[in-house]
């Protein structure tokens, strides 16, 4: 990101990543309307929201349960519209909250969370779409089940009658993220899921064109992040 990047406001922000992704969709024969933008907000102030929901951004993401039951109330009581995306892990003692605060959850990655979210969306009417997490790159670190456990995953979210809706995946750092989100793709296609939620402010363009549905995009439209607090 350049010093002129930083310079723009976030309607010129969000107008340049919106030009980006039609762009890449164009290029790969896609209609850019199969292609969400989700702006990634953790670690935002509601002073620096405000500015892109004025734009016209109505999709935002944030990857902690308790940061977002702070921030977002006051901001949907004025707007209504928004849709908010869970794109962080989430533990399973959160799992009501989450589903009562979120409309997609995109890290939905081991059996013991099916099961909470199961038991929180029989207390509710609510039906966040859900997306499984694959560690997509085999890191020890990383969240998300195994590639070898994504069958058994589906198996255990329809036997507890959850709808999974597709696949998420944050390919390893410093690598050429295309091979992974191609893996991704396929996986989500042998199982007959139609969402890809793949492609953050480095390689949004490129998980277009391999297919996403979902691109998460936090410092190209906020510039760059402080480092998060320590919890
Ligand atoms: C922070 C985050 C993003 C956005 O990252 P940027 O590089 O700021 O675009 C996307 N996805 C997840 C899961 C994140 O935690």
Redesign the pocket.
């Known amino acids: 990101m350049t010093t002129g990047d930083i310079l723009q406001g976030p309607g010129e922000r969000l107008a340049m990543v919106r030009e980006a992704m039609a762009r890449a969709g164009k290029l790969a024969g896609r209609d850019p309307a199969d292609c969400e933008l989700i702006a ?1 907000s ?1 670690t935002r102030d509601a002073g620096a929201i405000q500015p892109l929901i004025d734009a016209g951004q109505r999709i935002f993401g944030e ?1 902690r349960v308790q940061e977002a039951q702070r921030k977002w109330p006051a901001l949907q009581a004025d707007n209504p519209d928004i849709e908010l995306h869970l ?2 892990q989430l533990q399973s003692n959160k799992a009501e909250e989450a589903v009562a605060l979120f409309d997609a959850i995109h890290a939905v990655d081991r059996p013991s969370l099916i099961k909470a979210l199961a038991k929180a969306l029989a207390k509710t009417d609510r039906r966040p779409v859900l997306f499984i997490q694959v560690n997509i790159g085999e890191e020890e670190q990383k969240g998300g089940c195994a590639i070898a456990d994504l069958p058994v995953l589906l198996e255990r979210a329809d036997a507890a009658g959850l709808e999974i809706a597709g696949l998420m995946c ?1 390919p390893p750092n410093g690598l050429e993220p295309a091979p992974y989100f191609a893996l991704l793709a396929k996986l989500a296609g042998d199982h007959g899921l139609p969402r890809l939620s793949m492609g ?3 390689d949004y363009e490129t998980a277009i064109k391999c297919g996403a549905t979902h691109v ?5 439209l906020f510039g760059p ?1 402080e480092p998060a607090p320590l919890s």
């Open positions: 990634i953790k990857n794109v962080g944050i953050m402010s480095s998460r995009v936090g410092t190209a992040r």
